[in-house]
């Protein structure tokens, strides 16, 4: 029996995106998914419009204060209650399209001790916005596999090197979270856990790739962006923000080798305050 795999999405007033992410699932060529979408507390029809076009799909609810981490430990916690140990969650953010064969690439390249990341591309262009991430756990800088085309990327000899593995579209094995644990929510409630967990499960033995055959195609809206100076200030406290000072901080002593973790700190500081002061300042510049 091939092994089953449960994606869990957790979603917040985003229907229209939601749904058009479940209908590309709908069609995956994979057998054995069990999909479960965490609705943490929305208030524009989610819920309903997901059991009227998706009734197989689970839909569990929170109250709008589970953020990402605590609706991901709400799906994954059911998951543990009945998957066995050859099967895998499949972390997802609701904001991606995937292709017929996405699963079943992920599958083929997985194992009961790898957790498998899949490549992001821009919609339209093709082009690579995140192909692998490798975290320099010295000066907090992110090596990032993007800017290159898709077919540039699978033409490589060698794959991505990574050290972190993000929460859209992640493959990780059920044993993982049993002998892992769960994602930090109380560190990290909605930033930075997908990364931390990652890091947590390499020093435990696990294996951090990425399948460049498995590819996702991005549906959120990029553009320039620009902070008002009350908008800097907030940056760096507010729970939405994923530069606040707190979750950093948590981050910095959880994720990186305990003998890096005050340089990283330094520099991962110095980094944020000097990139979000600057997009301060061009506030005060016309466009």
Known sequence: MIPAVYIVIPVHNRKQKTLDCLETLSHQTYSNITTIVVD?????????????????????????????????????????????????????????????????????????????????????????????????WLTAKLNRTEGMSLTDLQGRDDDPEVNVLPGRGTLIPVRAFRECGLYDESHLPHYGADYEFAARAARSGYR??????????????????????????????????PFCLLYRLNFARLAPPPVHVVP??????????????WLMLKSFIPK
């Open 40 to 136: 943490d507390g929305s208030d524009d029809g989610t819920s309903q419009a997901i059991n009227e076009h998706y009734p197989y799909v689970t839909v569990l609810h929170g109250d709008g204060n589970l953020w990402w981490t605590g609706g991901m430990n709400y799906g994954v916690s059911q998951v543990l209650d009945e998957a066995t140990d050859a099967d895998f969650v499949l972390s997802l953010n609701d904001d991606t399209l995937c292709p017929v064969d996405y699963v079943a690439e992920l599958v083929s390249s997985a194992d009961e001790s790898t957790l498998i990341g899949s490549v992001l591309v821009e919609a339209g262009s093709g082009r690579v916005l995140d192909g692998g991430v490798s975290v320099n």
């Open 208 to 241: 951090l790739a990425v399948s460049t055959s498995a590819v996702l195609t991005d549906t959120g809206i990029a553009g320039e962006t620009r902070l008002s100076p009350i908008a800097w200030i907030i940056s760096f406290f507010s729970r939405r923000s």
């Open 264 to 277: 990283f700190l330094i520099c991962d500081f110095s980094r944020i305050l000097i990139s979000q002061t």
